[in-house]
């Protein structure tokens, strides 16, 4: 009796028709070769961008104006450390290898979000992280709760719960800044002024520029394109700007009846392509810290892969 076997061709096909019947793929079902590098690039730099982001806002750990301030921020900073953790797991299954993804960081052959590369020179600018940037992530993972890839979309469930509680610390601290002294006020105003165009950098360049988003689109990756993520972000946040009493730094933002959604300027996409190339503000900084923590953590990587061969040894 033969053996029929279906062509690369069917076996695409038949891949389509799962993702467009909306059921989910998981790490034994057969997949397109460009689907699995697509997942893996994306689930890293999700990754990386978790763990460099831990970066700015472990900064001020030491300094947060008081204990419970300190309490909340050093959790945030370790639920971050957790995300990166799940979106790693989540990309190994795919066969990635976390040292080598690591490496292709350090080497800069993998990227994370631009918006890590700015400096937090406040305590203003903490409040502006979680604000801000936790809330464009939130607009960005709520859709990726339902990406084609079962252990990403399982993963994004729990990352946008904590995500949350991260948007309200930093709403607080600002809620606490624009109702304090003229000098927190301008502080709070002073954060948003440059914290607002990065922000809206985070979600990509435009549908047209972007290199994936059109597949990742049809293979369910994305739920939602570039500029619609963008533009629910800035619907979303400006009420918010509004309660705070804080002025978004746009003179063309604005809204638009016969759109139902807010009109705003242009991105300057020339300052956006120089950090996604390596040289932002921190850049360097940022993967350099990484680096040396690497290699600081090396002894214990070789004394836990020790003891597990050890066990191993004695199992057998």
Not at 241 to 260: M, Q, T, V
Request: hydrophobic share 40%; charged share 30%.
């Amino acid at each position: 009796m033969t053996e029929y076997r279906l062509s690369g061709a069917e076996l695409e096909a038949a891949f389509q028709t799962r993702v467009d019947d909306e059921r989910r793929i998981e790490p034994k079902d057969w997949m397109p070769d460009a689907y699995r590098k697509n997942l893996v690039r994306q689930i890293s730099q999700h990754a990386h961008s978790e763990i460099i982001g831990m970066q700015p806002e472990g900064n001020w750990i030491t300094r947060a104006p008081t204990l419970k301030r300190k309490m909340i921020l050093l959790a945030k900073v370790q639920d971050e450390g957790g995300h990166g953790l799940y979106l790693y797991s989540a990309a190994e299954t795919l066969g990635a290898s976390r040292e080598d993804m690591i490496e292709a960081l350090h080497q800069g052959r993998a990227k994370y979000a631009s918006i890590f590369n700015y400096p937090t020179l406040t305590w203003a600018d903490i409040g502006m992280i979680g604000w801000l940037v936790d809330g464009a992530a939130i607009v960005n993972q709520i859709s990726l709760q339902r990406t084609s890839y079962g252990p990403y979309s399982r993963a994004m469930i729990r990352i946008c719960k904590e995500e949350s509680f991260h948007q309200r610390q930093g709403f607080e601290i600002l809620m606490a800044l624009a109702a304090g002294s003229e000098a927190q006020k301008a502080m709070a105003q002073d954060a948003l002024n440059r914290w607002w165009w990065p922000t809206l950098m985070m979600f990509g360049p435009h549908d047209s520029e972007s290199a994936h988003s059109a597949q990742s689109m049809q293979w369910k990756i994305k739920r939602k394109s570039n500029d619609e993520l963008r533009q629910d972000f800035v619907d979303q946040t400006v009420p918010q700007a509004d309660f705070l009493g804080l002025k978004i730094p746009d003179p063309e933002l604005r809204w638009n009846e016969d759109r139902g959604h807010y009109d705003f300027g242009e991105i300057d996409w020339d300052e956006f392509w120089t950090v996604v190339s390596g040289n932002g503000l921190c850049n360097r900084e940022r993967l350099a810290r990484h680096r040396k923590a690497h290699q600081d953590g090396k002894w214990v990587r070789e004394a836990m892969r020790a003891y597990e061969e050890k066990r191993r040894a004695r199992a057998a």
